[in-house]
């Protein structure tokens, strides 16, 4: 099933989420539509909070992975830098150049509650930085210097308002 995505303004966004404790079927059930949503969205990534669900678990698809799941995650080992655009599924439109770490790693576990550990780099660091902020009620905005938060903010308004087209470009998270 296909759930309604919450955009800025949505107080659910800005809620630190809880940890998950229960890997039953109704968990697996919500892991299922949230990888449905985030395809149909399209999207590479998409985190609990953002679909009204305050659960640390997010769904990601670089393009090589192919739909994973991870449930109560935990980055170490930030390296390198990277500024690439980003965008986000909550804040639909815009695009901005986010400072994340090249390479990191993070530690969680899958739906069943079986530990995982991935390395992500380049794409999939940020997917991962991206979805974990969201799991914190932090968004890619507070990420930016003021001008670069107040350049996404009046480019939304203007997509809102109808007087600019959304950029297509990479899919957001
Ligand atoms: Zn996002």
Same mark, same amino acid.
């Given at each position: 099933?296909?759930?309604?995505?919450? %955009?800025? !303004?949505?107080?659910? *966004?800005?809620?630190? #989420?809880?940890?998950? %404790?229960?890997?039953?079927? !109704?968990?697996?059930? @919500? =892991?299922?539509?949230?990888?449905?949503?985030?395809?149909? +969205?399209?999207?590479?990534? @998409? +985190?609990?909070?953002?679909?009204?669900?305050? @659960?640390?678990?997010?769904?990601?698809?670089?393009?090589? $992975?192919?739909?994973?799941? /991870? #449930?109560?995650?935990? /980055? &170490?080992?930030?390296?390198?830098?990277? #500024?690439?655009?980003?965008? =986000?599924? &909550?804040?639909?439109?815009?695009?901005?150049?986010?400072?994340?770490? +090249? $390479?990191?790693?993070?530690?969680?576990?899958?739906? %069943?509650?079986?530990?995982?550990?991935?390395?992500?780099?380049? *794409? /999939?660091?940020?997917?991962?930085?991206?979805? %974990?902020?969201? *799991?914190? !009620?932090?968004?890619?905005?507070?990420? @930016?210097?003021?001008? !670069?938060?107040?350049?996404?903010?009046?480019? /939304?308004?203007?997509?809102?308002?109808?007087?600019?087209?959304?950029? &297509?470009?990479?899919?957001?998270?």
């Amino acid at each position: 099933m296909i759930l309604p995505i919450r %955009t800025l !303004g949505d107080p659910v *966004l800005r809620q630190p #989420a809880s940890p998950v %404790t229960a890997f039953d079927d !109704g968990f697996r059930h @919500l =892991c299922d539509d949230m990888i449905e949503t985030m395809y149909a +969205a399209p999207g590479v990534g @998409l +985190a609990g909070p953002q679909v009204g669900v305050s @659960l640390r678990v997010f769904v990601f698809d670089d393009g090589e $992975t192919g739909p994973q799941i /991870l #449930a109560n995650p935990r /980055l &170490s080992d930030g390296a390198g830098d990277l #500024a690439e655009e980003e965008g =986000c599924l &909550s804040i639909p439109g815009p695009y901005h150049v986010t400072p994340r770490f +090249a $390479t990191i790693r993070v530690r969680g576990t899958d739906a %069943t509650g079986k530990d995982v550990e991935m390395l992500g780099e380049g *794409l /999939l660091a940020r997917i991962f930085q991206h979805e %974990t902020d969201h *799991l914190d !009620g932090m968004l890619y905005i507070d990420r @930016l210097d003021d001008e !670069g938060r107040r350049e996404v903010l009046s480019e /939304l308004r203007r997509i809102e308002l109808g007087l600019q087209e959304p950029a &297509s470009r990479r899919r957001p998270q």
